[in-house]
C-alpha cells in the first residue's frame, strides 16, 4: 500500500534531500535519535497508514521501520514541494 509514495521517499532520501521539521527535530533529541536512525527508518520501513493534514490540506504518512540499532521507529512524513521528504515528527514505537 501507498509503495509508489514510499519509492519516491526513498529516492529522495538517498538523493540527500530530507527535510526536518523543528518538531523533528525536538523530538529526535528527546528520544535519543540520530539523523541517521531517521533515514535508516525510511530506507527498511514501510507505509502503515496515511493521514490528512487539515492544516496543510494534503497526505501525510506513517513509517514504521527499524532505526540504525533495529529498535522500532515511526517517522510521519509527506513529500514536499522542494522535491525532498518533508518529515514532520519523528518518535520511538514501543
Given at each position: ?13 538517498r ?33 502503515n ?11 501525510k504518512?506513517?513509517?514504521e ?6 529498535s522500532?521507529?515511526?517517522?510521519v512524513?509527506?513529500?514536499?514541494r ?13
Open positions: 500500500m501507498f509503495k509508489k509514495v514510499l519509492v519516491e521517499m526513498r529516492q529522495r532520501v538523493g540527500g534531500k530530507m527535510t526536518l521539521t523543528l518538531h523533528a527535530v525536538d523530538e529526535m533529541y528527546d528520544d535519543e535519535l540520530l539523523p541517521s536512525d531517521l533515514e535508516h527508518c525510511i530506507l527498511f520501513g514501510e507505509i497508514e496515511r493521514q490528512w493534514d487539515e492544516d496543510w490540506h494534503e497526505w504518512y506513517v513509517i521501520g527499524p532505526a540504525t540499532d533495529d522500532p521507529i515511526e517517522a512524513a509527506k513529500l514536499g522542494d522535491d525532498d521528504t518533508v518529515v514532520i515528527t519523528v518518535y520511538r514505537h514501543f
